[in-house]
């Protein structure tokens, strides 16, 4: 497990990698993307919102996505925030909530 230090830093880079791949690829459909604190992603039709941000109590990375919650632990073994019952990573997750949204599957380079 990783310490709260350890854990704000990664996140942070994460989850800036995250809003920067997701700016890129908003150029390309119809939403919008904000980063300060958590993640928003914004769909005007139909009117969405999916928030990723980071949970320092309990060290993880929480998605709300189309009515549901993800809660991702760090995985030091493949680098990233994995959504354990899965295997899921962070950008995979959210790659696929997106897809879903603009009707058609996506790819994040984050």
Do not use: C
Request: no cysteine; net charge negative; charged share 20%.
């Amino acid at each position: 497990m990783i310490d709260d230090q350890e854990f704000r830093l990664k996140s942070d880079q994460v989850l800036s990698e995250l809003h920067r791949a997701l700016a890129e690829l908003s150029d390309q459909y119809d939403f919008e993307t904000d980063y300060g604190g958590a993640l928003t992603v914004e769909f005007e039709n139909p009117p969405t919102k999916f928030v990723i941000s980071p949970n320092a109590p309990v060290r993880q990375i929480w998605v709300s996505a189309h009515l549901r919650s993800y809660k991702l632990d760090w995985n030091s073994s493949r680098n990233a925030f994995v959504l354990s019952d899965t295997g899921q990573t962070l950008s995979e997750i959210v790659a696929s909530a997106v897809g879903q949204q603009v009707g058609e599957p996506v790819t994040l380079t984050a």
